[in-house]
């Protein structure tokens, strides 16, 4: 009753006919103008892992948030800050020692900051809502290791180097402007070229796509 004299009145037709026009005007976005030249790519990736093995324990964690646009279809270029932490404890049962000043010393804890900036590119394949890729960042980091010991002071020391990562990836695009997506990763650093990799690793992320204007 009460709804149907709002309607004779006109007072709820014009706001359900605006919702109607949002709604449409949201998914009226086309599902391949995601990656057209002109559009913006804003997002990351990162991964974890907890290494619990018999000798030392601890965490690694890497994040690489990036921006970029697209110069062409499906084609993107831009800028990534690849960002990493790893901190590794002894736990008595692993081979955790240096030698200082000519002298064996026992490592107690390990720690690991390292920072960077890279070139962002990545290239997709094909235009639905699965979307594979190809990943590659060269650049820069530079690292920070501090070094704790049981019998000593602590060391620190830093060194820069350049790098380069990337590997194939998957995006799933859940909506016109959001996409999940899975990464698989490797890194080489100058200052320890051989392959396997120097890391390598399985990353998750989030990214928006901002179409053209």
Same mark, same amino acid.
């Given at each position: 009753?009460? &709804? ?36 913006? /790519?804003?997002?990351?990736?990162? *991964?974890?892992? *907890?290494?619990? $093995? ?5 965490? @690694? ?12 279809? @499906? ?17 008595? @049962? #692993? ?5 200082? $000043? ?86 080489? @650093?100058? $200052? ?5 990799? &120097?890391?390598? #690793? /399985? ?11």
């Amino acid at each position: 009753m009460f &709804t149907q004299q709002v309607f004779r009145k006109g007072r709820a037709l014009p706001v359900i006919q605006s919702f109607l026009f949002a709604l449409l005007g949201l998914t009226a976005f086309p599902l391949a103008a995601q990656t057209a030249k002109g559009s913006w /790519l804003i997002g990351g990736n990162a *991964y974890a892992r *907890y290494e619990a $093995d018999a000798g030392p324990k601890g965490w @690694n964690t890497n994040m690489n948030p990036t921006v970029g646009c697209f110069l062409g279809k @499906n084609f993107a270029l831009g800028l990534g800050v690849p960002l990493a932490f790893s901190s590794r404890k002894n736990t008595g @049962n #692993g081979g955790m020692v240096a030698f200082i $000043d000519g002298q064996q010393a026992e490592i107690s804890r390990t720690a690991q900051l390292e920072t960077g900036l890279a070139l962002f590119i990545r290239g997709y394949i094909g235009g639905g809502r699965f979307r594979p890729f190809l990943q590659a960042q060269p650049g820069f980091s530079r690292q920070v290791y501090k070094t704790e010991f049981r019998t000593i002071l602590e060391r620190r020391f830093s060194q820069t180097s350049a790098a380069i990562s990337g590997g194939p990836g998957l995006a799933y695009f859940i909506s016109d402007y959001v996409a999940l997506e899975a990464l698989v990763s490797a890194v080489y @650093n100058d $200052d320890a070229p051989r392959f396997p990799p &120097t890391s390598i #690793g /399985l990353y998750f992320g989030l990214q928006f796509h901002l179409p053209k204007k």
